[in-house]
């Protein structure tokens, strides 16, 4: 029973892990649900509490990583307001698209935004390339911290650390 289990918890860790790079899939939340199931089903051998603070903690930093990231590019690449309200309007219609809408939708965005705000098309191209490399740099790190909850999870239940 306990490989049936165990089988379970690491499949939703890893679909959350899959979830950081494609989206419409949960992400971290997935990898902490699997913490919860593990010290729900196995008590006081199961994750700690500790576990799963620290878990859930590094949830909140990815969940904020992936809502600024884009933005925080395109700033850096001097998008301007009108980029910012262009971007999440892409976003949100890029929701409706699939995921490659929800990749494409914000960059058309930043654009379209871009260029109805003034903007020529280098300064607007600039704003959109600087979205593409938030948003990519937002999924690698929100990766990189899948991993690190894994790994944690995995150290803290295993018992490797000690």
């Known amino acids: 029973m306990n490989i049936l289990w165990w089988s379970l918890i690491l499949l939703l860790m890893l679909g959350g892990l899959c979830g950081t790079i494609v989206p ?3 992400d971290t939340p997935l990898i902490v649900a699997g913490a919860v199931l593990h010290h ?3 008590g006081a051998h199961g994750a700690s509490w500790t576990t799963l603070l620290v878990l859930t903690g590094l949830m909140f930093v990815s969940l904020a990583l992936e809502f600024v990231s884009g933005s925080m590019g395109a700033k850096y690449f001097g998008a301007t307001r009108w980029g910012a309200i262009g971007g ?3 976003a949100v ?4 698209y699939g995921p490659v809408g929800l990749f494409v939708g914000p960059l058309a965005g930043v654009l379209l935004g871009e260029l109805l705000g003034g903007q020529g098309l280098l300064p607007a191209g600039r704003s959109t390339w600087g979205t593409f490399l938030g948003t990519v740099a937002g999924a690698v790190g929100k990766f990189a911290i899948g991993v690190v ?3 944690w999870f995995l150290v803290a ?3 490797w650390q000690k």
């Open 88 to 90: 999440i309007l892409g």
């Open 93 to 96: 219609v890029g929701i409706f």
């Open 149 to 151: 909850m894994i790994g």
């Open 24 to 26: 419409l899939l949960p």
């Open 157 to 159: 239940t295993l018992g």
């Open 40 to 42: 729900i089903v196995f």
